[in-house]
């Protein structure tokens, strides 16, 4: 339903630009709380450990917010 509602007043929609509002109209707080918890990330365990949860973090971080250079 949104995705309609906001193609029908559009032309030509670039895909960052949609992105964007996509992201804006369904962004929720537990993207933030992904960003915090990966800027926090610390080695804790062994180097396997860190690394797996650092590539969770990260692909949850992608997920949330796309426009994020990876």
């Known amino acids: ?3 309609n ?3 029908l007043g559009r032309n030509n929609v670039d895909w960052e630009d949609f992105v964007v509002n996509l992201c804006a109209r369904f962004r929720d707080e537990i993207g933030g709380q992904v960003v915090e ?3 926090k990330l610390q080695q ?3 180097i396997d450990d860190y690394l797996e949860n650092f590539e969770e ?3 949850l ?3 949330k917010n796309p ?3 990876n």
Do not use: D, R
């Open 1 to 3: 339903m949104w995705y």
């Open 5 to 7: 509602s906001y193609i």
């Open 37 to 39: 918890e990966f800027n």
């Open 44 to 46: 804790q365990g062994t």
């Open 57 to 59: 973090l990260k692909a």
């Open 61 to 63: 971080v992608l997920m």
């Open 67 to 69: 426009t994020v250079p």
